[in-house]
């Protein structure tokens, strides 16, 4: 067998692999969207059944033979920036880690994830966590031992970040937090207490049909393309690509708070836009996908924040969206809403914060779940704790388990590790947008004027299309001339904190 | 290994098998209902590469031992009607054929059968069959070919009617349709001649959104359990198991045809309740599931027309549903529109012909479906030879290819040799209905007050749970006391025909 004929088998096996992932994917997308409650149990059956199924093919040891093969022969002869070199690469590494992980603890958190999300589910409904704790008990155990599968001599929790954000350690994570803590909740203050009290403009009831219809509208202005994808509504908004083609975002309305349609919207365009200008060539090898969660949150927090918070989208928006909304929002001036949905707030909801409290939300979500895969803290013990982290470091007390420890689904799903990669995603969202308006200084006009399209092709250009080619860091680096920071975050909060004066 | 071990371990077997084939379904259900146009592509490699990795479990060498184990030790003891001896039948005969199939065509199939459906879906949209026909070449080649894989000896299109109705032959089913054409068309004649021309009133527009309602309760009505099922709609209206407690229907309305949806909605729902009264405990295995596609086909076919073409179920219904439906339609008097539904007519359309005229348009199939499997018609002259035999068989000439050879789904999805289904589902439906009418007296009383709890107890007792522990042939005969007959068929659409003196 030639190299050449090894490597393409290792291609044609790694496309299976995403193909058989990707029916797993849609029965996700499914369980959320469309599942009458009654299928729950045989979901879990399948989706334990392919999660076993696509372990057979990740540790079929015909692999280490066709890597060491097509590494031996093919490797020395390529480029750091060959895409044959990225997915050696990273099928060596998925190779590696997948032998470690046995099949049976891959089966249980399939099932368990699955029943642990419906649990998750109803509790929520039930705005009480006490039916949920078990099963987030029984992630947290499965998780630990899945972390312990892969140490190879590093922290669990450090295991479970590079699961997310490959090379992000609690090293490198826990500086940012503290920096951020420091330096933006002394901001946050200040801009509390000059912006005064918020105005009850965005409370005003809108129709949650006009909402989704504009969902659509804005989702369409931004170039997310329905004929190769969806928009519906779910408890937790998400985005999933079940493969070229066939994009899926979900969002959620209020009535009494359009913002929050119409945030998660961009949001999840955001991720959308990635997953459709993902290069579609190399679709199911390593080097399609994104790097990391990090450089994929930024592309929601950007279209959520940097665009959705700015003062040129609301002034284009604003007058073609309030004589639809009527009542008191048909008078409100485009200046007055753009204040409002930028007002400074220490609240009890992470999806709905203003952007100087967000890493806060964050940092309190971390921590606890640092704790809880350390074992340092019993999921029985997670409502109490959540309560306490909220009074210390953001000031208030949720309600109730909903507003509280129940208000995200990541861990009901076994997202543990994953949190980080929104303040991650903020940071490249921020050097990301530093370096678009240097190249653009007309930026703002555009955008006024209701043209998207500079930065939805600078992120087409600069980050979707190259997939995997390069790192996160190399990425962000190349994209914006310089090594990935966190200044530019803190630079924009401080920013955002002087629109208060 | 005990013979009870070899049996356990192939139910286990059985059970995974099931399961992944769900799998397959629910992508088949998304297909029709969720999945935007550009998914197509990628969807047919999913179904490709599940229905290659469902033959690698069906002929696993392993089955062979397990079944020979266990047929050597087990089966001598086993009574006729014991779950295992109808397990290990079956397993031993879906073994045996999968042996016979390559996992190159099944692969192909799958993949086809995917991509001709979007091809007759768009094909449909345009009213013009030209761009589907290639597809429907290839569909029937493939089929052709694994008809000669399972033939043993029978003849292609027998092989074909065995896979939906085990045990019928084009030497039973023939005599049939002749004599379903002989009694029925004079009655046919003579009906439309003293019936008189149709009213119009069928034809008021009455709102989509209202009719999903309606259609929503009367499934409830007759007892289909939403906490685990779904009603959706969709281009061809269908019912599958995804698994116990997630049962989906799909059905279709027009605005100016409110029947259309009613009839589709009940046709459905007889689908339904039989997949959600199959015995749960032998899901998975062959036991728990219907012995046939006719005796599905009945549990339609007789809530559609026994149940919803009935004069006491529109006493009950039209009153209740006449003023939400307003204009003319609310001061219809009910035994008119009772008497409208049953209006004979020679149209070109199946789903929406009375009963008198419906065997007509399966006849029509059944020739052509036949035709094409034996390469007595080529694809590319179905148009033609559709239009033809819709003339001779019913005397009308469909104005374009949707209202012709596009009506139907089934081809396309590589469904040929089902139509004859319809007709057994037919005559299944009439013998029970006459076996239910002797044992109660008051069965028309009882629907005139509104409780169909006597009919659906009746096929839930007769049927449903019963699954696959009896024959088609054994089970209608345990149902009625007398064996499978089209008699009863002829005499009730004699007594349909009377109804127009």
């Known amino acids: 067998?030639?190299?050449?004929?090894?490597?393409?088998?290792?291609?044609?096996?790694?496309?299976?692999?995403?193909?058989?992932?990707?029916?797993?994917?849609?029965?996700?997308?499914?369980?959320?969207?469309?599942?009458?409650?009654?299928?729950?149990?045989?979901?879990?059956?399948?989706?334990?059944?392919?999660?076993?199924?696509?372990?057979?093919?990740?540790?079929?040891?015909?692999?280490?033979?066709?890597?060491?093969?097509?590494?031996?022969?093919?490797?020395?002869?390529?480029?750091?920036?060959?895409?044959?070199?990225?997915?050696?690469?990273?099928?060596?590494?998925?190779?590696?880690?997948?032998?470690?992980?046995?099949?049976?603890?891959?089966?249980?958190?399939?099932?368990?994830?699955?029943?642990?999300y419906e649990a998750w589910r109803s509790a929520r409904d039930e705005r009480d966590a006490r039916t949920f704790l078990p099963w987030l008990d029984r992630v947290v155990r499965l998780k630990r031992a899945e972390a312990d599968c892969l140490a190879r001599g590093r922290d669990r929790y450090d295991v479970l970040l590079d699961e997310w954000e490959p090379g992000l350690t609690w090293?490198?994570?826990?500086?940012?937090?503290?920096?951020?803590?420091a330096d933006v909740s002394p901001l946050l203050d200040r801009a509390i207490e000059r912006s005064g009290p918020m105005t009850e403009l965005l409370r005003h009831p809108v129709d949650v049909g006009l909402q989704v219809k504009v969902a659509r509208e804005l989702a369409e202005w931004l170039g997310f393309d329905f004929a190769s994808g969806r928009l519906d509504q779910a408890v937790h908004p998400s985005t999933i690509r079940v493969g070229p083609g066939d994009v899926r975002l979900t969002t959620r309305f209020r009535a009494d708070a359009f913002t929050v349609g119409l945030f998660t919207t961009h949001h999840e365009v955001g991720h959308g836009l990635y997953e459709q200008y993902l290069p579609g060539e190399h679709f199911g090898?390593?080097?399609?996908?994104?790097?990391?969660?990090?450089?994929?949150?930024?592309?929601?927090?950007?279209?959520?924040?940097?665009?959705?918070?700015?003062?040129?989208?609301?002034?284009?928006?604003?007058?073609?969206?309030?004589?639809?909304?009527?009542?008191?929002?048909?008078?409100?001036?485009?200046?007055?809403?753009?204040?409002?949905?930028?007002?400074?707030?220490?609240?009890t909801d992470r999806v709905t914060a203003d952007e100087l409290s967000y890493d806060l939300h964050i940092n309190v979500r971390v921590h606890l779940e640092r704790a809880l895969v350390r074992g340092d803290l019993a999921a029985v013990e997670l409502p109490l704790a959540w309560t306490e982290a909220y009074r210390r470091l953001l000031g208030v007390t949720p309600p109730d388990d909903r507003a509280g420890c129940l208000q995200d689904s990541h861990w009901a799903e076994g997202m543990?590790?994953?949190?980080?990669?929104?303040?991650?995603?903020?940071?490249?969202?921020?050097?990301?947008?530093?370096?678009?308006?240097?190249?653009t200084p007309?930026?703002?006009?555009?955008?006024?004027?209701?043209?998207?399209?500079?930065?939805?092709?600078?992120?087409?250009?600069?980050v979707h299309r190259l997939g995997s080619l390069f790192s996160t860091g190399e990425l962000v680096a190349r994209a914006t001339g310089a090594p990935l920071s966190i200044e530019p975050l803190v630079a924009h909060l401080r920013d955002k904190a002087e629109l208060w004066g």
Chains 1, 2 share one sequence.
């Open 285 to 347: 090898a390593p080097v399609g996908e994104a790097p990391s969660l990090g450089i994929h949150e930024a592309q929601g927090r950007l279209l959520e924040n940097h665009l959705g918070r700015s003062r040129s989208f609301w002034r284009h928006l604003w007058p073609r969206l309030s004589p639809r909304f009527g009542g008191p929002l048909a008078a409100a001036r485009a200046d007055d809403v753009w204040r409002a949905v930028n007002h400074p707030r220490r609240g």
């Open 171 to 181: 090293a490198v994570l826990e500086p940012m937090l503290i920096r951020l803590r």
């Open 1 to 116: 067998m030639t190299a050449d004929a090894a490597y393409l088998e290792l291609l044609h096996r790694a496309r299976e692999h995403t193909l058989l992932g990707s029916c797993a994917t849609l029965l996700e997308w499914d369980e959320d969207v469309c599942m009458p409650e009654g299928g729950g149990e045989h979901r879990a059956e399948q989706q334990a059944l392919l999660a076993r199924l696509l372990h057979v093919q990740a540790t079929d040891p015909r692999l280490g033979d066709l890597l060491a093969e097509a590494e031996t022969k093919l490797g020395p002869g390529l480029a750091p920036g060959d895409p044959a070199s990225v997915n050696l690469r990273e099928l060596r590494e998925e190779y590696e880690k997948a032998r470690l992980v046995p099949a049976s603890l891959v089966e249980d958190l399939a099932r368990v994830t699955t029943l642990s």
């Open 416 to 439: 543990l590790g994953f949190f980080p990669t929104y303040t991650v995603g903020n940071a490249i969202a921020a050097q990301l947008m530093r370096r678009l308006r240097e190249e």
């Open 442 to 462: 007309a930026l703002d006009d555009a955008l006024a004027a209701g043209d998207p399209q500079p930065l939805v092709a600078f992120l087409r250009d600069r």
